[in-house]
């Protein structure tokens, strides 16, 4: 059973900066943390859970939403079995609950796909 614990949310003015970290362990037997291929989403109230960015586990390869993109990087460092999303020129609808999220094999867009989430962390961006 994979656990995963993000940390590093918080409150930060508009145009501000801030790293989300997600560290993973229980790897199921037979797999390792580079097998797995990692994502953030985010939910705001009222609204459902949205994908924000995803990495590979084979090539590291990366995919972003649209409304992030440029603005966040999503990176891993499987020696340390951790998932980073640095957050860069914050906007007021940032705002949401960020989970991380696992999933064995290649990587996916959609939240349904991804059986093992943390117990998510608020961002708050205030204008």
């Known amino acids: 059973q994979v656990q995963l614990v993000e940390s590093g949310g918080g409150l930060v003015q508009a145009g501000g900066s801030l790293r989300l970290s997600c560290a993973a362990s229980g790897a199921a037997s037979g797999r390792t943390f580079t097998t797995y291929s990692m994502g953030w989403f985010r939910q705001a109230p009222g609204k459902e859970r949205e994908f924000v960015a995803a990495?590979?586990?084979?090539?590291?390869?990366?995919w972003y939403a649209d409304s992030v993109k440029g603005r966040f990087t999503i990176s891993r460092d499987n020696a340390k079995n951790t998932v980073s999303l640095q957050m860069n020129s914050l906007k007021p609808e940032d705002t949401a609950v960020y989970y991380c999220?696992?999933?064995?094999?290649?990587?996916?867009?959609?939240?349904?796909?991804?059986?093992?989430w943390g117990q998510g962390t608020q961002v708050t961006v205030s204008s």
């Open positions: 990495i590979g586990w084979s090539n590291g390869n990366t």
């Open positions: 999220a696992a999933r064995w094999g290649s990587s996916s867009t959609s939240h349904r796909e991804y059986a093992y």
